[in-house]
C-alpha cells in the first residue's frame, strides 16, 4: 500500500502516508517516511 502511494500525487497521498509513518509494522513505517523523504522538495 505505501509504495501504491508513493506514485500517487497531491496532498491526500501525502496525508495517508504521513499516518503510515506510525504503522506498527515498521517496513510500512520506514517506507513511509522514505517516500515523505523523496516528495520534499529541495
Excluded: F, M, N, W
Aim: proline letters at 7%; hydrophobic letters at 40%; a negative charge.
Amino acid at each position: 500500500v505505501t509504495q501504491a502511494l508513493a506514485e500517487i500525487p497531491g496532498p491526500a497521498a501525502t496525508d495517508t502516508l504521513k499516518s503510515l509513518t506510525g504503522d506498527g509494522d515498521r517496513a510500512v513505517a520506514l517506507t513511509a517516511r522514505y517516500v515523505l523523504e523523496l516528495r520534499e522538495p529541495g
